[in-house]
Antibody, heavy 121, light 113 residues
Framework: QVQLQESGPGLVKPSETLSLTCAVS?????????WGWIRQPPGKGLEWIGS???????YYNPSLKSRVTISVDTSKNQFSLKVNSVTAADTAVYYC??????????????WGQGTMVTVSS | DIVMTQSPDSLAVSLGERATINCKSS????????????VAWYQQKPGQPPKLLIY???TRESGVPDRFSGSGSGTDFTLTISSLQAEDVAVYYC?????????FGQGTKLEIK
């Protein structure tokens, strides 16, 4: 059974870098699929941040692209998210998820439980 | 960006009755080469991650009750719950994955009347 688990600091100061990791169990990232990040501000809807393939191919939300980096570490079977120069608007629950098929152009099938990140001094 | 607009924002339906949620995309999400509409529906209950219900507009994910159905094509899509159960109380989101930048609708909150 494939499981995803997000981890990282729950509190980040404004202007600093938010860093999260998604650990994958039950499946090898280097076997395929796209692995993505989605966030949800408190009481609001879902915003897709970006996704990555183990080969390094990435897709990003154009509105976040200048501040976001998604990377993969196949040796640890995990992928990561970095968001630079954060503000209060980046406060959200951050989810990692896997695509339903090997294609980027597919639904998000398996989700982590999410981790709350608050941006505050 | 492809904007997904759901209606209504909230909906109250009696147990056993039909619930219908609509989703409109700002441009067609029908890919002509495979005749597939790149739309999914998710259910999110409080404190939980979204759960995939339907993909390719109308294909139910494994284990999803058959009271959930999806339909539509081009720019107009619908999620229907044929007979509302108490456990269906949730927020429902549509999503397009036609473009390199997937987008979600704003969500529809479904409650019991």
């Amino acid at each position: 059974q494939v499981q995803l688990q997000e981890s990282g600091p729950g509190l980040v100061k404004p202007s600093e870098t938010l860093s999260l990791t998604c650990a994958v169990s039950g499946y090898s990232i280097s076997s395929g699929y796209y692995w993505g990040w989605i966030r949800q501000p408190p009481g609001k809807g879902l915003e897709w941040i970006g996704s990555i393939h183990y080969s390094g191919n990435t897709y990003y939300n154009p509105s976040l692209k200048s501040r976001v980096t998604i990377s993969v570490d196949t040796s640890k079977n995990q992928f990561s998210l970095k968001v630079n120069s954060v503000t209060a608007a980046d406060t959200a629950v951050y989810y990692c998820a896997r695509s339903r098929s090997m294609s980027h152009y597919d639904a998000l099938h398996i989700w982590g439980q999410g981790t709350m990140v608050t941006v505050s001094s | 960006d492809i904007v997904m607009t759901q209606s209504p924002d909230s909906l109250a339906v009696s147990l056993g009755e039909r619930a219908t949620i609509n989703c409109k995309s700002s441009q067609s999400v029908l890919y002509s080469s495979n005749n597939k509409n790149y739309v999914a529906w998710y259910q999110q209950k409080p404190g939980q991650p979204p759960k995939l219900l339907i993909y390719w507009t109308s294909t139910r994910e494994s284990g999803v009750p058959d009271r959930f159905s999806g339909s539509g094509s081009g720019t107009d899509f619908t999620l229907t719950i044929s007979s509302l159960q108490a456990e269906d109380v949730a927020v429902y989101y549509c999503q397009q994955y036609y473009s390199t930048f997937p987008t979600f609708g704003q969500g529809t909150k479904l409650e019991i009347k």
